[in-house]
Every structure is written in C-alpha cells, then in structure tokens.
T-cell receptor, first 114, second 112 residues
Framework: SQTIHQWPATLVQPVGSPLSLECTVE??????LYWYRQAAGRGLQLLFY??????ISSEVPQNLSASRPQDRQFILSSKKLLLSDSGFYLC?????????????FGSGTRLTVV | DAKTTQPNSMESNEEEPVHLPCNHS???????IHWYRQLPSQGPEYVIH???SNVNNRMASLAIAEDRKSSTLILHRATLRDAAVYYC?????????????FGQGTELSVKP
C-alpha cells in the first residue's frame, strides 16, 4: 500500500535561519507531489507541485523553494525564514491518473518561526 | 482557479444524517468533485469524489446535481469522530494531476 511520510512533526526556528522539510512517498511510482501551507485557522494554500523529477511549479511567489531530487522525494526549503513563514506545512501526492483519484496528505509539519 | 461555496459551519446530532452542501457553479464538463475533511492538527483526509453520477463508499455518499453545479456530501449517521472541517473542491482532470485548490470549507460540529 502507498504511504506518505513527512518530517519533522514540529519545528521551532529563529528568523533568518534556513529550512528543509522532507516528504517521501512509498508504494507508488511517478506520483504527483504537492506542498501546501495552512496559516492559523482554515485555508490551505498550494505552494508548489511537481509532476516529475526536477519539475517544479510554483503557485505563490515567496522566499520558499521546492526540489524533487528523486521520484518519490519532495523537499521544501528556505534560505532565510521570515516570521510570516510560520504555519502548518502539508505534503500530498496523487497518482498520474489526475483528478480521477483521491489525493493523500501527510501528517504535516507545524513550523513556528520565532 | 475553480471556486466552491460552502456554509461556514453546520451542526448535527450524533447518529443523525448530515447533508453538507456545496455550490460549484463554474464547474466545467471534465472537472471532478472531491471532498476532503480535516481534523484539528491533522492533514486533510480524502472522503469521496465523483464526476457525474452519485457515489457511495464506506465513509459517505456524494450526490451530484444533474447540472453538476452543486453537490451534497451525505454522512448517513454522524459520529463524534466526524466533527471536522469539510472541503469541497472541483478540479480539472489532466494527465498532470490537477491541483486541489481549497476554499474555507464547512466546520461540522456533532453534538452527543
């Protein structure tokens, strides 16, 4: 069966420090991968998505970047964190069948920038 | 991006059916309707999805209007564990997967 792993679960980082969040998927090949952020309250904002190794599409300009070095690995990074980067970060994957199938989300990383 | 409209909040009693409405008047012919729910401090969980016909699974039923401009998620017997924010989304099917664009969702509370 397919599983998605996301870590760490919680993270407290000072302003100006770098960030690296990792997401991996098991049990499937060539997944579509997504990074979302959820600020306080509702509203998940799509940040990046990837349909293949090295292919990244950015939805919102910001000081974050994403990379996909391997088929089932998706990394969210920042060189210098801002206070506004605090939030709940979620990774998700979907099959290559697109919207015909459901999307699966990881358990999320709660990032607090202090 | 595709936009859906849902009530901000709804209440239900335990063991009673719940009908969560969603309007998606801008939906196109190839857009799928997806429903997800999110419990506090957890990632969204897939509930159900459909294209034109009504759909049933072990979690819920999805009733899609004939003109596809609205749909209703039906929880047949609400439990306390069903208390969550429910998101209705319509996304275009493409070979590249489409993008889930979340709205504000409906916060469902379930009273014992």
């Amino acid at each position: 069966s397919q599983t998605i792993h996301q870590w760490p679960a919680t993270l407290v980082q000072p302003v100006g420090s770098p960030l690296s969040l990792e997401c991996t998927v098991e049990g499937t090949s060539n997944p579509n991968l997504y990074w979302y952020r959820q600020a306080a309250g509702r509203g998940l904002q799509l940040l990046f998505y990837s349909v293949g190794i090295g292919q990244i599409s950015s939805e919102v300009p910001q000081n974050l970047s994403a990379s996909r070095p391997q088929d089932r690995q998706f990394i969210l990074s920042s060189k210098k964190l801002l206070l506004s980067d605090s939030g709940f970060y979620l990774c998700a994957w979907s099959g290559t069948g697109g919207a015909r199938f459901g999307y699966t989300f990881g358990s999320g990383t709660r990032l607090t920038v202090v | 991006d595709a936009k859906t409209t849902q009530p901000n909040s709804m209440e239900s009693n335990e063991e009673e059916p719940v009908h969560l409405p969603c309007n998606h008047s801008t939906i196109s012919g190839t857009d799928y309707i997806h429903w997800y729910r999110q419990l506090p401090s957890q990632g969204p969980e897939y509930v159900i999805h459909g294209l034109t016909s009504n759909v049933n699974n072990r979690m819920a039923s999805l009733a899609i209007a004939e003109d596809r401009k609205s749909s209703t998620l039906i929880l047949h017997r609400a439990t306390l564990r069903d208390a969550a924010v429910y998101y209705c989304i319509h996304i275009q099917w493409t070979n590249q997967g489409g993008k889930l664009i979340f709205g504000q969702g409906t916060e469902l509370s379930v009273k014992p």
